[in-house]
């Protein structure tokens, strides 16, 4: 049997791991496009790099040799919609540059079927990536959140929920001359495509359905503490679980955010539709990100039990017929809900703010005042609550103390 015909018959091929690159099993049917540096598609963009990845899609930086400037191109995976540029399309606005709009949709065909993609202006790059162990001063936290703040704000406007709010999906524009970078100058600047052989386990030769390279993903960014004012501009990316409650419905258990910023309505009334709601549970844990480089609640090495028992240390105790529900939580709490001996205990809210975000700020000397950190743990206090009706609507919290009197005053600085 050869290589491919492995493939279509459904064997399981196994590749040798590489470090910051998209799943590589995904090359198959209904799977990523192969795609190489110096490709062309549609016939105008030629790829110069790779941008990003996700479970859907991969991203490309290339250079529309129509238009002579850089777009970004999102190929999904083969035989599936995007149906985010339907989305796209509608939260379009004149006035609101923070949702990217799509410049141009197409289609390919290729050795895994066909993929729907479109082009939009290409980003610098995520807050995730920039913020990776180092802190934004303290204007650019203030500014950072409340972008993103009016950007939900936009979208909820327009009936929609975003659905997969967390770091790697918020974005922060590039410079406006970009586009005066020829290739060889853009590689000058930002270095030659990092590329790195994909080789089989099993030592046989690959399948014509995957690129002979992984392209690792650009980083066109800057470091966190090098932002000011100016890089501010957030650009919320990534549409594909995107949703329009009061057309359609969206279930608990269909929801795909990440753990960690998934909100707890999810796990236990997997059943019932989520709503607005939810957006503010997760954009809460994206500004305490932003503000702290480090996550409220963590996932790492921790199962989905864990993270409960992390809510309830932080937030204090579930709901009562969540509580019940709540098959394992003898392995944590003992029968008053007290937590068990033996185990980590996650500090309550306002100790977690004093130990994960202004003592490590207090180092570098920039730590935010008592009053904005009162203000602060006050307004998420109010948007990590437990039931979802009594969070605070999206404009409730542009009307927040911090919002008004830190953030939202920053963002109108730059």
Not at 35 to 45: A, E, K, N, P, S
Not at 154 to 180: A, C, Q, T
Not at 268 to 297: C, H, K, N, R, V
Not at 389 to 402: A, D, G, K, M, N
Request: charged share 25%; glycine share 8%; proline share 7%.
């Amino acid at each position: 049997m050869s290589h491919d015909e492995e493939l279509r018959r459904g064997g399981h091929l196994k590749y040798n791991w590489i470090d910051g690159a998209e799943s590589l099993e995904k090359y198959g049917p209904g799977g990523y496009h192969p795609i190489m540096i110096g490709d062309v598609l549609r016939g105008r963009y030629r790829i110069v790099d790779k941008l990003g990845f996700g479970g859907y899609s991969t991203v490309w930086l290339a250079l529309d040799t129509s238009s002579h400037r850089y777009v970004a191109v999102k190929v999904g995976i083969a035989d599936s919609s995007l149906h985010e540029t339907d989305i796209l399309r509608a939260l379009t606005s004149p006035g609101h540059d923070s949702i990217p709009t799509p410049i141009d949709e197409f289609e390919l065909s290729g050795p895994n079927g066909t993929y729907q993609c479109y082009t939009m202006i290409p980003a610098q790059c995520n807050l995730r990536e920039a913020s990776f162990s180092r802190f934004f001063p303290l204007e650019v936290t203030r500014a950072l959140s409340g972008g993103l703040t009016l950007a939900i704000a936009y979208i909820h406007s327009r009936g929609y929920v975003h659905g997969d709010i967390h770091l790697r999906n918020i974005l922060v524009k590039l410079s406006s001359d970009f586009d005066h970078l020829t290739i060889e100058q853009l590689y000058e600047e930002y270095g030659e495509p990092e590329t790195v052989s994909i080789t089989r386990r099993d030592g046989k030769p690959l399948p014509s359905n995957i690129p002979p390279k992984e392209v690792i993903p650009l980083n066109l960014g800057k470091n966190a503490e090098d932002f000011i004012l100016s890089d501010t501009h957030v650009l919320l990316s990534d549409f594909g679980e995107a949703y329009a409650p009061d057309r359609e419905i969206r279930r608990g258990q269909d929801y795909h955010t990440p753990l960690a910023m998934r909100p707890p309505e999810a796990r236990f009334e997997p059943e019932a539709p989520l709503s607005y709601a939810a957006d503010i549970w997760s954009l809460a844990t994206a500004i305490w990100e932003i503000l702290g480089m480090q996550a409220i609640f963590s996932t790492d090495f921790a199962s989905a039990d864990e993270l409960i028992s992390q809510h309830i240390d932080v937030l204090g105790p579930l709901p009562s017929s969540w509580w019940m529900r709540w098959q394992e939580r003898s392995r944590f709490f003992d029968p008053d809900g007290h937590p068990k001996e033996g185990r980590y205990i996650w500090s309550g809210i306002d100790l977690a703010f004093e130990e994960c975000v202004q003592k490590y700020r207090r180092q570098r000397e920039c730590e935010f005042d008592r009053e904005e950190a009162t203000a602060i743990i006050d307004l998420m206090r109010r948007m990590l609550v437990f039931r979802p009706e009594e969070r605070p609507t999206i404009q409730e919290v542009l009307q927040s103390e911090w919002m008004v009197n830190w953030a939202l005053p920053e963002l109108k600085r730059r």
